[in-house]
């Protein structure tokens, strides 16, 4: 009896397997029901082998010089380690999701992160093939398939902010302004900040502040605040999309009418000074004619026809 015992000691269940890992239990459902972790069936319910989740554990996410314990966890690290000033990129030049990715991935491999920034371009363009990461509101998170942990020197995530917008495959087919390219290295890191900053920036009033903020370093503090209000089970009220489009205001806009018509009028006026510019330089008969003339269709009317002086009568002797 008391070996059975000592045996169903080593057995987890789905909510300790959950637990265990630092992952929510819907993740798990997903990996075992894929065949991606070790498992058995007792009486019909899932169960999993302590020694083979660790030597599973040993093989999937870390490496040999490394040990489960020095991975930190997920739910808890803090976001500001994985986000430094350096990682902020608040102005991206490139104009194509390619090229995105490619000045991304320079901005981790110049800061030592990244130490094989071919293979990593190459994996997360190969992920955006199968569908693309970006999502409805304006955000995208760019990742790879495999965590590759010899060619990642440490966990990162690069945030790239583009003014004009990029069409990266929005589910909403709208520009997207916001990136995050995650180089987290490890499982354990890779899924638990991924839900993190998904619920961060589900409030569109968060992705309105951190496309209009001017400086990175306040780009930078709104997002680690978002995150730790996250970290903490304080997720703000998510507003109504609509409350955060562009109201009309009536003011400006008979402005914008008025200042659009008085340019058109100046408009007109020069060109009726250049067509009179023209006439005046030229010499011969007809000259005030041809003017007036030419003032008329630069004005937009018609033209002034020229009439024939009436000719001498003649007398009959």
Same mark, same amino acid.
């Given at each position: 009896?008391?070996?059975?015992?000592?045996?169903?000691?080593?057995?987890?269940?789905?909510?300790?397997?959950?637990?265990?890992?630092?992952?929510?239990?819907?993740?798990?459902?997903?990996?075992?029901?894929?065949?991606?972790?070790?498992?058995?069936?007792?009486?019909?319910?899932?169960?999993?082998?302590?020694?083979?989740?660790?030597?599973?554990?040993?093989?999937?996410?870390?490496?040999?010089?490394?040990?489960?314990?020095?991975?930190?966890?997920?739910?808890?690290?803090?976001?500001?380690?994985?986000?430094?000033?350096?990682?902020?990129?608040?102005?991206?030049?490139?104009?194509t999701p390619v090229g995105v990715i490619e000045e991304l991935a320079a901005r981790a491999y110049t800061n030592g992160w990244l130490l094989d920034k071919p293979w990593f371009v190459g994996?997360?363009?190969?992920?955006?093939?199968?569908?693309?990461?970006?999502?409805?509101?304006?955000?995208?998170?760019?990742?790879?398939?495999?965590?590759?942990?010899?060619?990642?020197?440490?966990?990162?995530?690069?945030?790239? @902010?583009?003014?004009?917008? &990029?069409?990266?495959?929005?589910?909403?087919?709208? =520009?997207?302004? !916001?990136?995050? +390219? #995650?180089?987290?290295?490890?499982?354990?890191?890779?899924?638990?900040?991924?839900?993190?900053?998904?619920?961060?920036? @589900?409030?569109?009033?968060? &992705?309105?502040?951190?496309?209009?903020?001017?400086? =990175?370093?306040? !780009?930078?503090? +709104? #997002?680690?605040?978002?995150?730790?209000?996250?970290?903490?089970?304080?997720?703000?009220?998510?507003?109504?999309?609509?409350?955060?489009?562009?109201?009309?205001d009536r003011t400006l806009r008979l402005r914008a009418i008025r200042r659009l018509q008085s340019q058109k009028n100046a408009d007109v006026v020069t060109e009726q000074k250049r067509a009179?510019?023209?006439?005046?330089?030229?010499?011969?008969?007809?000259?005030?004619?041809?003017?007036?003339?030419?003032?008329a269709l630069a004005a937009g009317g018609p033209p002034v026809k020229a009439t024939a002086k009436p000719k001498k009568p003649t007398t009959t002797r």
């Amino acid at each position: 009896m008391a070996k059975n015992r000592g045996t169903d000691a080593q057995l987890l269940t789905m909510h300790e397997l959950a637990a265990y890992l630092h992952l929510d239990e819907a993740t798990v459902s997903k990996l075992v029901m894929a065949g991606k972790i070790p498992s058995l069936q007792v009486d019909k319910q899932w169960r999993f082998k302590r020694p083979a989740i660790d030597a599973w554990i040993e093989e999937q996410l870390v490496g040999e010089d490394e040990s489960f314990a020095d991975i930190p966890d997920g739910m808890k690290l803090p976001l500001e380690d994985l986000v430094p000033d350096t990682a902020i990129i608040p102005t991206l030049r490139s104009r194509t999701p390619v090229g995105v990715i490619e000045e991304l991935a320079a901005r981790a491999y110049t800061n030592g992160w990244l130490l094989d920034k071919p293979w990593f371009v190459g994996a997360v363009v190969e992920r955006e093939s199968l569908s693309s990461t970006a999502m409805e509101g304006g955000v995208a998170f760019l990742h790879t398939r495999a965590r590759d942990k010899g060619k990642i020197g440490r966990p990162f995530i690069i945030v790239g @902010r583009s003014w004009e917008g &990029i069409m990266f495959g929005s589910p909403d087919n709208n =520009p997207t302004y !916001l990136f995050f +390219l #995650l180089g987290l290295k490890y499982d354990r890191l890779h899924l638990p900040i991924l839900g993190r900053l998904a619920r961060a920036l @589900r409030n569109p009033a968060t &992705i309105a502040k951190l496309r209009a903020l001017s400086s =990175p370093d306040q !780009l930078r503090a +709104l #997002l680690l605040k978002e995150d730790a209000q996250v970290r903490s089970g304080l997720v703000p009220e998510i507003q109504e999309a609509a409350a955060f489009l562009p109201k009309l205001d009536r003011t400006l806009r008979l402005r914008a009418i008025r200042r659009l018509q008085s340019q058109k009028n100046a408009d007109v006026v020069t060109e009726q000074k250049r067509a009179a510019a023209l006439v005046d330089g030229k010499s011969g008969k007809g000259k005030k004619k041809r003017a007036a003339a030419a003032a008329a269709l630069a004005a937009g009317g018609p033209p002034v026809k020229a009439t024939a002086k009436p000719k001498k009568p003649t007398t009959t002797r």
